[in-house]
């Protein structure tokens, strides 16, 4: 179906619903520039909010984590992309020229950039903000769209660059969601810029990103955490521009939706199944360690000379218990059809002020309170 289809399904519930401010919202996409995920990002939540949404031209590795860019011209080879042994021609899909320049955007407020995804975090924040954005109020969250696959657990949090780029909004303070989807969903998938696929993935998108939008709208209804207090930009370019940017942002009197250094680690815990409920999916607040937790571990074979990185899963009685008991987000099953919320602090693991999304949670819940996850099978030894 075409994308004012795809909106549709999702604008039909929320804009009947009063938003507590409009936002500027920076969407920083680990898919590629195209792919049907970030097309879906940036459309839906443009209904409501301003909207600079930023993604690398080409598809990268979830686990690839340099900062690179490269300021070359774009060539022919830069025209290809792959996925699954299949070929797309950016030319064709993008209307991209061999020439132009390293980065652009296609429609307005897209941009492409020819670098890592973290690169192209650091590109938007350092350099597309303050130069082509100059007369903004500064944004006041950034969203990191997921290319398709779960990030919980420490093992997937030291290894996926989601993460990495979370991290990087949160040294900033800048309030950030990382959100995460199923890997059987297929979201990372080369189309035109004004497209979405008709399928159960792109329904259950349209269902998962109506309950994102909800999130954002009760975290700036509730205002808890003051004002707008960072510089986005810490661009080493001290430039007329970047000073006029910041004195813009001293302007923004946004509310802060989280605390200083914290960021929320969000993850559909669904499958297509759970559309056939009918219900709206629930938020369920979680925890990176606890039960059912995957760590990084090495087995080395000293006489083959032979390394394996893995993980393992580990139950550790002796961690003191939560007195709000809340679980683990790897101990929610994926066929729970919930969304799992987790609070981490800038310098890496939980945020340990528990429960701060208490009364978040129950007034996006209110219509089903008592959905419950079924939860995994708990393995209580390493393998």
């Known amino acids: 179906m075409r994308l004012q289809q795809f909106c549709a399904i999702v604008c039909t519930s929320l804009c009947f619903s009063r938003l507590a401010a409009t936002l500027s919202i920076l969407v920083l996409n680990p898919s590629p520039y195209g792919s049907s995920i970030s097309t879906a990002f940036h459309q839906v939540l443009s209904a409501n909010h301003k909207v600079i949404s930023v993604s690398p031209l080409h598809l990268t590795s979830i686990t690839e984590n340099e900062v690179t860019i490269d300021t070359t011209p774009i060539s022919d080879a830069d025209l290809k992309d792959f996925l699954d042994d299949q070929e797309f021609d950016l030319n064709d899909l993008l209307g991209l020229q061999v020439g132009e320049k390293f980065y652009g955007s296609k429609q307005n407020d897209r941009w492409y950039v020819k670098g890592s995804v973290m690169g192209t975090a650091l590109f938007a924040l350092d350099y597309l903000l303050p130069h082509h954005y100059t007369e903004m109020s500064s944004i006041d969250l950034i969203i990191v769209a997921s290319s398709g696959h779960v990030v919980d657990g420490l093992y997937r949090q030291q290894t996926h660059v989601d993460l990495s780029v979370m991290k990087l909004a949160q040294t ?23 497209e979405q696929n008709s399928d159960k993935a792109s329904e259950l998108l349209a269902l998962y990103l109506q309950r994102i939008e909800a999130l954002v709208a009760q975290l700036t209804h509730e205002a808890s955490y003051g004002k707008h207090n960072f510089h986005t930009s810490r661009s080493l370019q001290r430039s007329p521009k970047l000073r006029e940017y910041f004195e813009h942002e001293r302007w923004n009197d946004n509310p802060r939706l989280l605390p200083n250094g914290v960021g929320l680690n969000i993850n559909l815990r669904a499958e297509a199944s759970c559309m056939d409920t009918n219900r709206d999916f629930n938020f369920i607040e979680t925890r990176t360690i606890g039960g059912y937790n995957k760590l990084p571990a090495l087995s080395y074979d000293e006489t083959r000379g032979f390394a394996k990185i893995d993980s393992v899963y580990s139950i550790d009685n002796d961690l003191p218990r939560n007195k709000d008991k809340i679980l683990s987000e790897m101990s929610v099953d994926n066929g729970d059809c919930l969304i799992t919320v987790t609070p981490i602090s800038w310098s890496g693991g939980d ?27 708990q393995i209580f030894d390493s393998t």
Do not use: C, W
């Open 172 to 194: 900033r303070n800048i309030p950030v969601l990382n959100v995460n989807s199923n890997e059987d969903l297929d979201m990372v998938i080369a189309s035109p810029l004004d």
């Open 351 to 377: 945020f340990e002020t528990y429960n701060i999304l208490g009364k978040v949670v129950q007034q996006l819940n209110a219509e089903h309170p008592d959905e419950k996850p079924k939860l995994v099978q």
